[in-house]
Every structure is written in C-alpha cells, then in structure tokens.
C-alpha cells in the first residue's frame, strides 16, 4: 500500500514540475519556409553591391519563454559587381546553414543573432553574356554571423531582414600576411511562412 501511495506521489509530482516548466516552451516546434532578395558585396575596394535571391527551409524550436533556436538550411545567391565595368561581376552560389538564436521581444516581433556556415556550391565570373568558372579564385567555405529581426502578421506570414558579416577571406592564393581581405557582406529581405 506504502508503495502505491509513494508511487501516485511520485506521478503527482512530476505532473506539477512538468507543468511548472512546460510553460517556457510550451509552443510547438514548427517548420517553415522563406525567400526573399539578397543584397550582397566582397568588402574589397574593387567591388560594389549586386541583387541575389535567397530560399529555403527552417525549423522554429522553443528552448525558453522568450527564447527559440531556428536552424536553417538555405541556398544563397551572393556575389558583388566590380567598380570598373558593371557588367563584369563574380555570382557565388552557397548553401548556408544560419543557427539563430531569436529572442521575443514582443508577441509578434523577434531579434535573432547566430553563426551561419556556407558551403560554395558554384562560382562564376560574368562578363556580359559569357562566363568562366571560378572555383580557383574562390575558397568553398565561408563562415559568418548573423543579425537580425522579424516580424509576423499572423500565426503563419512574417516579414524578415537580416545582415550576415563574413569572417572569413573567401578568396584563394593569398599570401597570409595581406592585409587585402575580401569578406562577404550581405542583407537580406523576405518574407516568411510557418506550417
């Protein structure tokens, strides 16, 4: 008898501790997808900004009242034009992997910072209608963070705008003691649009 007295205890207990903490994270894990425009350069004097697109999915996971972690998986047109001739332009194609920490600073407004990991999976320097390829120019890895913030009309559609710097020299071949690095750099706008 002790030991079943004990043990509806025990399952009372618990059931008040879960309640207790199943507050901070009581919403769903939901899954999305978003698009939108890339505005992105090479931070090296040579360049000047150039207009990508941007598309993909993410999972929304609470992990406190206030508090989520989205990781991402994304295909991300980058690139920049260079200052000499407009038409000549380097387009590098990643797919990145932002994992964004988002604070709820309000019901439908979130601000989000994290690192992003981006894996080259093309790159081509343009000029006019003719192209080369450019992998000897371009390393395929480039590791950046994140800034940024969203908004959502409904449960489902949000708009969203987030910078990532890049930390890392995208560039190959050059010398460790340059002071030249060319970094991307890039903005981006879209909208937003959880299952």
Do not use: C, H, W
């Amino acid at each position: 008898m002790k030991k079943i007295f004990l043990g509806l205890a025990l399952v009372a207990g618990t059931f008040a501790f879960s309640q207790k903490t199943s507050t901070a994270s009581s919403s769903p894990v939901r899954f999305g997808v978003k698009a939108g425009l890339n505005i992105s350069t090479i931070s090296d004097n040579d360049f000047n900004s150039k207009a990508g697109f941007y598309g993909g999915v993410f999972a929304n996971i609470p992990v406190a009242k206030d508090f989520s972690f989205q990781p991402e998986v994304m295909y991300s047109g980058m690139g920049a034009k260079f200052k000499a001739d407009s038409d000549a332009k380097a387009n590098l194609d990643y797919i990145s992997v932002p994992l964004m920490l988002q604070y709820n600073a309000l019901p439908n407004l979130y601000l989000e910072a994290g690192p992003q990991f981006s894996f080259l999976v093309n790159s081509k320097l343009k000029y006019k209608s003719s192209s080369t390829d450019a992998k000897d120019v371009f390393k395929s890895f480039d590791f950046g963070i994140g800034l940024g913030a969203g908004y959502y009309f409904t449960q489902n559609i949000g708009v969203t705008a987030r910078y990532v710097a890049g930390l890392t020299d995208v560039a190959k071949n050059r010398p460790d003691l340059s002071e030249d690095k060319a970094k991307n750099g890039v903005f981006q706008f879209g909208l937003a649009y959880k299952f």
